[in-house]
């Protein structure tokens, strides 16, 4: 089976631009993640999606970032207006479910995105 | 704020040698602490977890370490290959509240030389 798959793999883009990044999840997994990790830091938690449920959008840093996921399964990040500080990659990760227990999330290559 | 710390951003140790990453982090309410492993432009892939309630979670050469009262976890690699060079994540989540996300530190980069 597929494992997850975000689309473009590189963007580079003008600043105030905006940008469009793709993440297709496992098949069946409910729960979908958003991070993005800049150089030297960490992963840095952007979006949750779990199933029907109003996402959890805690961790995204300005109203210039949004998501969807549509039809529980594909989701897009969108950024307005890029701004330099920007550029990071962009992860996406999937789980079957968060339930009470831990489930693994598995991440997708990444997206890197430039913002010049 | 900083709630999951590796304080070492590299560490190199020669094949065959113990590998030992450190992670550190002020949060009490983490129920559960994960390494992620992370080559050059792949996505992390999970390695190893342990829940709040264990203080040991071993998996052939990997086992994990927590210490509760230091708010401290360790992984060790043992015996460390070249292939086990790459970047390592600690993360920790959280009980309750936003069910899943992960807190991940900056990471370690491990060199394994042969």
């Known amino acids: 089976g597929a494992g997850v798959s975000q689309s473009p793999s590189n963007k580079v883009t003008e600043k105030g631009k905006d940008v469009e990044l793709r993440c297709d999840p496992i098949?069946?997994?409910?729960?979908l993640y958003w991070y993005r990790q800049s150089l030297g830091q960490g992963l840095e938690f952007l979006i949750y999606?779990?199933?029907?449920?109003?996402?959890?959008k805690s961790g995204l840093p300005s109203d210039r970032f949004s998501a969807e996921r549509t039809g529980g399964s594909v989701s897009t990040l969108t950024i307005q207006r890029t701004q330099q500080e920007d550029s990071a990659v962009y992860l996406c990760?999937?789980?079957?479910?968060?339930?009470?227990?831990?489930?693994?999330?598995?991440f997708g290559p990444g997206t890197r995105l430039t913002v010049l | 704020d900083q709630q999951v710390k590796q304080n070492s951003p590299s560490l190199s140790v020669q094949e065959g040698r113990i590998s030992i990453l450190n992670c550190d982090y002020t949060?009490?309410?983490?129920?559960?602490f994960l390494w992620y492993k992370k080559y050059p432009a792949e996505g992390p892939t999970f390695l190893i977890s342990?829940?709040?309630?264990?203080d040991k979670n071993e998996d052939g050469r990997f086992t994990v370490f927590l210490n509760k009262s230091a708010k401290h976890l360790s992984l060790h690699i043992v015996p460390s290959q070249p292939g086990d060079s790459a970047v390592y994540f600690c993360a920790a989540r959280t009980v309750g509240g936003s069910q899943g996300n992960l807190i991940f530190g900056k990471g370690t980069k491990l060199s394994v030389k042969p």
């Open positions: 999606f779990q199933g029907n449920s109003a996402p959890d």
């Open positions: 098949s069946g997994h409910t729960a």
């Open positions: 342990i829940s709040s309630i264990k």
């Open positions: 949060n009490s309410m983490f129920d559960y």
């Open positions: 990760a999937s789980s079957l479910t968060p339930s009470s227990s831990y489930n693994e999330q598995f």
